[in-house]
């Protein structure tokens, strides 16, 4: 169809291009006089002069004016003639003599007609340009209705369902039409919809086997974690000791914090961390100690006195992450840890200074990434999600944590906001 329509207008321009050019070359040259005609006059005029029919007119196609010797007008065959010789010679008309018994008693005029001739002309001109335009126009609809339903509409209909696609609505099938242009790239596109459609299927089934798999897990932990819960009660009774039993109530604060992450894990996953709850609470930033301490089961923290204020937080959470700092320095620096606290801004600027290596300069803008391990971690074990969790939770509470290293070890700030900050 698009040859056709470009075949079409080809010939199209080539026809009006060729009459433009004929009537245009017509135009430039004036057609020869008729002389014969224009000598049947000149010698009827000569046969009827002196008698009446002089002044009747000679048929034939051409116009003609008489004049006598003196230049008087004697007839003429039609209104509007030149009626003078100088008025002949203005529009180009030539004065025939008229000659009878060997005397030249008057002139004959034959009418030019190169004014009406370029009249009909410029009319022919007008009407072949008309015709031209039209025709133009017509194929020119022809191929705005051929591209509308060859190109636009299709192209429509793909935006539409690149859109669909895009929103993730993928139970909206492209319709398969070979006749456009795009019937082949419909076909392919539509394909990729199924295909996507399937990925999706697939990966909500892998997602939900997941789920299931760490549901079962947690189901599995919960009960060695609750039999060990009871056993440190029991052994709590029976403790003999303050060491003792100051030893069996961390471990059963720790049997619990265990069950607490398993329930939270029981309920998302961590591609679902809005899902876990965060519920801030107005403490005394007293209970930063007992955070700590519940953290530090190797006796390796020193604590600086904590300023007295209220804090804003979610206390559960907030030993989630002390315990992963300190459990990250004892892992990856092996020293001890010396804890200052400061009032800063509205926040209550918590920092855990160990004295290891450090972290690469380069890589402390990932740092806080999902998954992120860092060249020295290589011999570790870990998942590189500690400190991601610790940052999500921090800004869950609307603090803060950032990370940098310092001479002669690394350090871990913790921003905890002071109530009415929030």
Known sequence: MLRKLLGAFAAAAAVIGISLFVLLTSLQENAPPDRVAINGIVKQTERNWGTPELFQRIPGPLEYAVLDQDGKLLFQSKAGLSRSVNEALKNRETPMDLTVD??????????????????????????????????????????????NRMIIRPFGRMQRFARHIARGELDFPLEMDRDHLFGAFTESFDIMREELAAARRNEYLANKSKKELVAGLSHDIKTPVASIKAITELLQVSAVGEKTGRQLGMLYSKADQIDRLVTDMFHSTLEELNELQVKITEENSSLLKLLIANADYSGI??????????IAIDAVRLQQVVDNIVHNARKYAGTGIDIAFFI???????????YGAGVPEEELPFLFNKYFRGSRSEHQSGAGLGLYLSRHLMRRMHGEIEGFNRPGGFTVRLHIPLAGKV
């Open 102 to 147: 060997g005397q030249v008693v008057g002139k004959v005029i034959v009418h030019n007609d190169d004014r009406d001739v370029f009249s009909r002309w410029k009319r022919q001109f007008a009407l072949a340009s008309g015709a031209a335009i039209l025709l133009l126009l017509l194929l020119g609809l022809l191929y705005i209705s051929y591209l």
């Open 344 to 354: 800063r801004e509205g926040y209550l600027e918590m920092e855990l200074a160990d």
């Open 301 to 310: 923290v020193s604590v600086c006195p904590v300023p007295e204020c209220i």
